[in-house]
């Protein structure tokens, strides 16, 4: 079955340094994936998007990289501040855009 | 421009009480989402709407689920009778075109049944 793997534990990391979120899927092949934080109490915002043709995209302090070979999109925030402090989601659909799958999503904590 | 905006906020019921939800989305998006998200997981598609046409509901439980979205704006999502299990989060959300877009989420609705 379909499958997407966020980091199952909290990442802490010092502020100022970057941080890395991992996404991995299994059994789907993704025309597009898609970032996006969640605050508590809130419903996810909208970071980025890239599609299966992309191997990175940027804005901002944020930047994206999707690897079909292996599978993986990993999330990179460089000079990280305690208000990055959130869960992420990655969200793959196909072309069609007929399957939507979320990940668990990862909590990032940023201490200053 | 307002975002989408659902109601209520919470909502705290007995098992087997009906419930609704209600949504409206941000104008001019034509596609809608409902999702479910449970506590430290993400959220699960539970119907999608293109306009007044429900494109994907394969996810919503029709035993005792149900939605609608009169004329392509507004949605509303039942649950009748609800079970312990369906306490989660009630995430609505619009698109303007296709899911390829950025979806734009509402706040939620806390469900909690007792």
């Known amino acids: 079955s379909q499958k997407i793997e966020q980091n199952s534990e909290a990442l802490n990391i010092q502020e100022g340094k970057t941080a890395t979120l991992t996404c991995n899927y299994t059994?789907?092949?993704?025309?597009?994936l898609q970032w996006y934080r969640q605050d508590p109490g809130r419903g996810p915002v909208f970071l980025l998007l890239?599609?299966?043709?992309?191997k990175e995209k940027r804005k901002e302090r944020l930047k994206v990289t999707f690897d079909t070979t292996l599978k993986q999109s990993l999330f990179h925030i460089t000079a990280s501040q305690p208000a990055d402090s959130a869960t992420y989601l990655c969200?793959?659909?196909?072309?069609?855009?007929?399957?939507?799958?979320f990940g668990s999503g990862t909590r990032l904590s940023i201490r200053p | 421009e307002a975002g989408v905006v659902q109601s209520p906020r919470y909502k705290i019921i007995e098992k087997k009480q009906p419930v609704a939800f209600w949504c409206n989305p941000i104008?001019?998006?034509?596609?809608l989402y409902w999702y479910r998200q449970n506590l430290g997981q993400g959220p699960e598609l539970l119907i999608r709407?293109?306009?007044?046409?429900?494109?994907?509901d394969s996810q919503l439980p029709k035993d005792r689920f149900s939605a609608e979205r009169l004329k392509g704006v507004d949605s509303t999502l039942k649950i009748q009778p609800a079970e312990l299990g369906d306490s989660a989060v009630y995430l609505c959300?619009?698109?303007?075109?296709?899911?390829?877009?950025?979806?734009?989420f509402g706040p939620g609705t806390r469900l909690t049944v007792l």
């Open positions: 959300a619009s698109s303007a075109r296709h899911s390829y877009n950025e979806q734009f």
């Open positions: 059994n789907y092949s993704p025309a597009y």
């Open positions: 890239i599609r299966e043709n992309e």
């Open positions: 969200a793959l659909a196909d072309s069609s855009a007929s399957k939507i799958i």
């Open positions: 104008s001019g998006h034509n596609t």
């Open positions: 709407y293109e306009n007044e046409e429900a494109v994907d």
